[in-house]
């Protein structure tokens, strides 16, 4: 006889997941086998390992696969609340350190732009001046000539059909 129960019905009965019970197959903390179905392959669990009575009696006082899983459970009692305020104080102390951290920096950071700028202003405004002489003297160097003046009959000298 087949003292052994699906997936679903094992998650039924344990009121947990079917992802779950998978899960804990595949790991072996679950008593199960792998078989072929005309469906495919799919896991059966042994009725002992879950706590259903199987055809041949108990599972003679083994932890079953339901113990198992609430034992896994943490206990959301006084000693978690008192862990997560601990935690909490911790979270909000590191985070304050590390606003003061970041406060530092922006003020060391505007520091170094300021020394940037000026250093910039008194490495240019020497050259500035430079570029200006330079600039003056191009101008002056590729000026045009200033125009001749020609008599107006050598302006007209070549149009010799209007004469």
């Known amino acids: 006889m087949d003292e052994s129960v699906s997936v679903s019905q094992?998650?039924?009965?344990?009121?947990?997941?079917?992802?779950?019970?998978?899960?804990?197959?595949?790991?072996?903390?679950?008593?199960?086998?792998?078989?072929?179905?005309?469906?495919?392959?799919?896991?059966?669990?042994?009725a002992a390992a879950i706590g259903q009575p199987a055809a041949n009696g108990?599972?003679?006082?083994?932890?079953?696969?339901?113990?198992?899983?609430?034992?896994e459970a943490p206990d959301i009692g006084q000693p978690a609340a008192i862990t997560a305020a601990t935690d909490l104080a911790r979270i909000e102390s590191d985070v304050q350190q590390i606003k003061a951290f970041l406060a530092g920096q922006q003020i060391n950071q505007a520091t170094l732009n300021d020394q940037i700028k000026s250093a910039v202003v008194e490495a240019f405004t020497p050259l500035s001046a430079r570029i200006d002489e330079l600039v003056t003297e191009l101008e002056a160097a590729t000026a045009p000539p200033p125009a001749r003046k020609t008599p107006g009959f050598a302006r007209r000298s070549w149009r010799f059909w209007e004469k």
């Open 58 to 71: 108990a599972a003679n006082g083994a932890a079953t696969i339901h113990e198992e899983i609430t034992s």
């Open 10 to 46: 094992a998650a039924h009965a344990l009121n947990r997941s079917e992802r779950t019970i998978r899960r804990k197959c595949e790991s072996g903390k679950l008593k199960a086998r792998l078989v072929s179905t005309p469906a495919g392959r799919e896991w059966r669990i042994e």
